[in-house]
């Protein structure tokens, strides 16, 4: 079979069918209701056997257009006398009869769960999308109407950690290209989903007097959460006595895995059986991304230090 592609001069004078149009276009929006689950139901109950739906809604069902209009509409939903409660479902469908998408209710049969949506493919039938589940019990008077609605997504966007979109929508994902890392927008703020950084040695390329690194200290951050080993420290040059409160050691966090707001503490360990409290200073401090002993016993020369492992979150 010869190739062909459309729109195009050579495809039928440009003109485009309802089917090679929605074939061009159901992938230009994902399947559901413009908005997100902060705004409000689509469809409610109403008066009796009847539901509601909202005015003002916009949707697209295979990259065709709906809208409820400025009045929204009410649909009536079937009596029930049998003796088992019903599920009926709200729809949207795409009927290709007409080619047109209309809320509809879509009957289940008392006690049998809710009846499967319709989903065929190619040129004919129909296609739809879930908005509501409404229960109707035996003989009711009145429905129960659950939301359902599909809610139309957003592409992954690649970006610059410091050049995201703006104005991003809830739910937008964007891969920062220069860090590895995975976001999404929350409606407030960009979330790590994902990262994977090469570990990074935090060695203090300047370390303060008294300590020698015998060991590398190594930190990584996955998904916003950081895990940190540091290594083992000796006590050299001059004994540290319990009476100096707090001793630098010689590592620094890079500013990027510091915790935004709150300090971290750990335990260490010290020659003779001994531990002692390791304080992580955050961003917000003026020692911010330093490592300090804040509590110990007196630490001859020679002494040595080693740490337990931490984790925090930074994203």
């Known amino acids: 079979m010869a190739e062909n592609s459309w729109p195009s001069p050579t495809h039928n004078g440009r003109a485009v069918t309802d089917a090679e149009y929605e074939q061009v276009a159901a992938r230009f929006s994902d399947d559901g209701v413009y908005g997100s689950p902060a705004d409000a139901q689509v469809v409610t109950a109403g008066s009796g056997l009847t539901v509601n739906i909202r005015a003002g809604v916009t949707a697209s069902v295979r990259g065709h257009i709906w809208t409820s209009g400025p009045s929204g509409a009410i649909l009536q939903i079937a009596a029930n006398p049998a003796g088992q409660t019903r599920t009926d479902r709200i729809v949207l ?7 047109t998408v209309r809320a509809a209710v879509k009957t289940g049969t008392p006690g049998a769960g809710a009846p499967p949506l319709t989903r065929n493919t190619g040129t004919s039938g129909a296609w739809e999308i879930l908005l509501a589940t409404v229960t109707v019990q035996s003989n009711a008077l009145s429905t129960t109407v659950a939301r359902g609605e599909l ?23 964007a891969y920062d290209t220069d860090t590895d890392t995975l976001r999404i927008y929350s409606g407030s703020a960009w979330r790590s989903m994902y990262q994977r950084a090469d570990p990074v040695v935090i060695d203090s390329p300047y370390p303060p007097g008294g300590w020698v690194n015998e060991t590398a200290s190594v930190i990584e951050m996955r998904g916003g959460v950081v895990s940190l080993r540091l290594g083992s420290f000796l006590r050299a040059g001059r004994a540290t006595a319990d009476s100096q409160t707090n001793t630098r050691l010689p590592v620094i966090i890079p500013s990027a895995l510091r915790h935004p707001n709150r300090d971290q503490f750990g335990l260490v360990y010290i020659t003779g059986a001994q531990v002692g409290r390791l304080t992580i200073f955050s961003r917000t401090q003026p020692e911010a991304g330093q490592v300090w002993m804040t509590q110990h016993p007196d630490i001859p020369v020679g002494s040595r230090v080693l740490s337990s492992g931490m984790t925090w979150v930074v994203d």
């Open 93 to 99: 469908r795409l009927d290709r009869s007409t080619w």
């Open 151 to 173: 809610y139309v997504g957003t592409r992954v966007r690649p970006s610059l950690s410091t050049a995201r979109n703006p104005y991003p929508e809830q739910g937008e994902l």
